[in-house]
């Protein structure tokens, strides 16, 4: 009983948390846009949105752990995907990222709105017209200065085991020329599984790790970056889990990466 009055509660103060911030962000949008050519102001207030519906839910307890020497040089960031609760904890970073995000969430009203008014950059998955834009995109946003959070699993795991990396944030680091910043993510699958929109009680941590100098690097690197984030991502995660007393997977023997 209690677990769904908490959960039937969470979904409201974010609904509500949500519709409030809209206009916020809409009237930031309006007045910093001639300027703000990387939407930096209306996509940090737009991350506070998040994270102000999260700190109001009662259920998770969320901390981030690292800083960047200059807020404003531009990585491609990438992390291991648990749930969807790793939107709402990635936020909670000082510094402003474009997410990466299937067009389904675009299309969520207030939240939609918000995504567009960010900057954030949408993806149809399986279409190669969507797919070139949203490489484009990301282009740009890297050139105004604005880091690029993408998920390179493409979508959240089901188990403890990470999918395999795909290419695509790592040939875009390479061709940008802007180092790789690995998050490590722990905890968020207690928050909200998949395939559930239920909130549950759940501690997390992200913590931000090295980069990786994409200096001098070529095409021909992709998959030795991607090995190294994913290495580095996951011996991160595990040392937080432990942390957290979240059971993992043994290492396996070799590092499952898509090339």
Known sequence: MMGTMLNWWAWTETVLVVMLGTPVVG???LFTAPFDKGRYAAGRMFRLVGVTAMRLNGLWSFRVRGSLADPRRPYVVVANHESYADVFLISCFPWEMKWLSKDTMFKIPCMGWMMQMAGDIKLVRGNRDSTLD??????????????????????????????PFKDGAFRLAIESGVPILPIAVAGTRNAMAKGTFRFLRARALAQVLEPIDTTGMTLDDVGRLKLMARERIDAGRRALAAELGIPMPPVPAETAVAV
């Open 27 to 29: 009237v930031i949008f």
């Open 134 to 163: 949203a490489i484009a995109q990301c282009r740009d946003r890297l050139a105004k200065k604005v880091s690029v959070m993408i998920f390179p699993e493409g979508t959240r795991s089901k188990t403890q085991e990470m999918l």
